[in-house]
């Protein structure tokens, strides 16, 4: 079993910055990889960032709708993954969602993940 609780969430005016936190407890945290969704109202959750595994040396993968405005990062030490987000964009307004993969398969897909946060709102005025 694993939980995951998230940090950071809150009101962001448009082109400003924020980080989500997601701290991981229970299992070993350096063989999971780790996830980040989000959901916006009415839509489907989608993929944001995910970083391997540190085994698989801790590769990163990105939405095109975030690449070069967030970095997904981890710390093993403090079991813990982040979600750097800059230069927010009124459509990056979502509930994130933190999400740990212990089984295999793509990155991309919510039913790939075994373990969810409770999901912090993410409100960003234009």
């Known amino acids: 079993q694993v939980q995951l609780v998230e940090s950071g969430g809150g009101l962001v005016q448009a082109g400003g910055s924020l980080r989500l936190s997601c701290a991981a407890s229970?299992?070993?945290?350096?063989?999971?990889?780790m996830g980040w969704f989000r959901q916006a109202p009415g839509k489907e959750r989608d993929f944001v960032a995910a970083i391997s595994s540190s085994w698989s040396a801790g590769s990163t993968y990105y939405a095109d709708s975030v690449k070069g405005r967030f970095t997904i990062s981890r710390d093993n030490a403090k079991n813990t993954v982040y979600l750097q987000m800059n230069n927010l964009k009124p459509e990056d307004t979502a509930v994130y969602y933190c999400?740990?993969?212990?089984?295999?398969?793509?990155?991309?897909?919510?039913?790939?993940?075994?373990?969810w946060g409770q999901g912090p709102q993410v409100p960003v005025s234009s």
């Open positions: 229970g299992r070993s945290f350096s063989s999971s990889a």
């Open positions: 999400a740990a993969k212990i089984r295999p398969g793509t990155y991309y897909y919510t039913g790939h993940y075994d373990y």
